[in-house]
């Protein structure tokens, strides 16, 4: 059995900003986490967590 190569596809010539689009950006490109966080209290932490389940168990009926 004879087997014929596919003739190649001409593509475009891609340049490296396009080749590279989908890549992460450099660490020192991102700005860096504060020193400190604004203060909260213990009872905010738990009504924001009951807020998000709730909604989290609203959504999934």
Known sequence: MDVI???AVPGPDYEDEI?????LPQP????PEPDSHP????????E???A???TVYRNQS
């Open 5 to 7: 190569p596919a003739p």
């Open 48 to 50: 924001d967590a009951d």
């Open 19 to 23: 080749l590279d689009a989908g890549w």
């Open 39 to 46: 203060p909260s209290s213990p009872q905010a932490a738990r």
């Open 28 to 31: 020192e490109a991102v700005a």
């Open 52 to 54: 998000f389940l709730q």
